[in-house]
C-alpha cells in the first residue's frame, strides 16, 4: 500500500533553515512526490514537484529559498532563510491508482 | 493565469444531496485530469476523487464511492461533483485541482452537513 508519512510538527528559528521529510513506504521508493503549502486560513498552494533523484519543479512565483532533495525512499523540503510567511502546514503527495497525501507537517517559526 | 473557482457548498441535512462545480479558466481544461480534495477542519487533505481528461475513467475513494459523481464538461471548461446521501463525516471543504501533481487549487467550498 502506497503510504506517506511525515513528522507532525516542526520549528525553526526566524533568519535559519529547516528541513521536512516525507517517507514513501518500502515498496514506493522510486516516486516522484510533491510538496504543498497551506498557510493558515488560505487554501493549499503547490510548491514542487519532487522526483527520486532530487530534481525538482517549482511552482511559479515559489522563492529560491525552497527546494528539494531525496535520498532513497525519502523527500525533503528544505526551506531557508526562514520568514514569519512560512509558518504554514506542509503536506507531500503521490499518485498511483489513488492520489495519497501525507499526514501533514506543521511548521512553526519561532 | 490558471484559476479554479469552486461553488455550490452549503448546509445540507444528512441524507441529503449537493452538487459542487469548480469553473477552470487559463489552461486548455481538455487536455487536464481533474480532482477533488476534501478538508475537515484542523485536519489533513483527502483525496476525494479524480477524472481523466475526456471524462470516460473515474477513480473515488472507497469513503464516498456509491455516493459521489465526478464528471465534468470540457465544451464549458467546469468540472462537477454530485454528492448524495451526504454523512456528518462529509462536512468539510472541498477544493478542485489539476492534473496528477495536483499544481493548481481552488479557493475552496464549504460543505456542512448537519440537522
Known amino acids: 500500500q502506497l503510504v506517506l508519512t511525515q513528522s507532525p510538527s516542526a520549528s525553526a528559528s526566524l533568519g535559519a533553515s529547516v528541513k521536512l521529510t516525507c517517507t514513501l513506504s518500502s515498496a514506493h521508493g522510486g516516486y516522484a512526490i510533491v510538496w504543498h503549502q497551506q498557510q493558515p486560513e488560505k487554501g493549499p498552494r503547490y510548491l514542487m514537484k519532487l522526483n527520486s533523484d532530487g530534481s525538482h519543479t517549482k511552482g511559479d512565483g515559489i522563492p529560491d529559498r525552497f527546494s528539494g532533495s531525496a535520498s532513497g525512499a525519502e523527500r525533503y523540503l528544505i526551506i531557508s532563510s526562514l520568514q514569519s510567511e512560512d509558518e504554514a502546514d506542509y503536506y507531500c503527495?503521490?499518485?498511483?491508482?489513488?492520489?495519497?497525501f501525507g499526514g501533514g507537517t506543521k511548521l512553526t517559526v519561532l | 493565469e490558471v484559476q479554479l473557482v469552486e461553488s455550490g457548498g452549503g448546509l445540507v441535512q444528512p441524507g441529503g444531496s449537493l452538487r459542487l462545480s469548480c469553473a477552470a479558466s487559463?489552461?486548455?481544461?481538455?487536455?487536464?485530469?481533474m480532482h477533488w480534495v476534501r478538508q475537515t477542519p484542523g485536519e489533513g487533505l483527502v483525496w476525494v476523487s479524480r477524472i481523466n481528461a475526456d471524462g470516460s475513467s473515474t477513480t473515488y475513494a472507497d469513503s464516498v464511492k456509491g455516493r459521489f459523481t465526478i464528471s465534468r464538461d470540457n465544451a464549458e471548461n467546469m468540472l462537477y461533483l454530485q454528492m448524495n446521501s451526504l454523512r456528518v463525516e462529509d462536512t468539510a471543504v472541498y477544493y478542485c485541482a489539476r492534473n496528477n501533481w495536483l499544481d493548481s487549487w481552488g479557493q475552496g467550498t464549504l460543505v456542512t452537513v448537519s440537522s
Open positions: 503527495q503521490t499518485w498511483g491508482a489513488a492520489q495519497v
Open positions: 487559463g489552461f486548455t481544461f481538455s487536455n487536464d485530469w
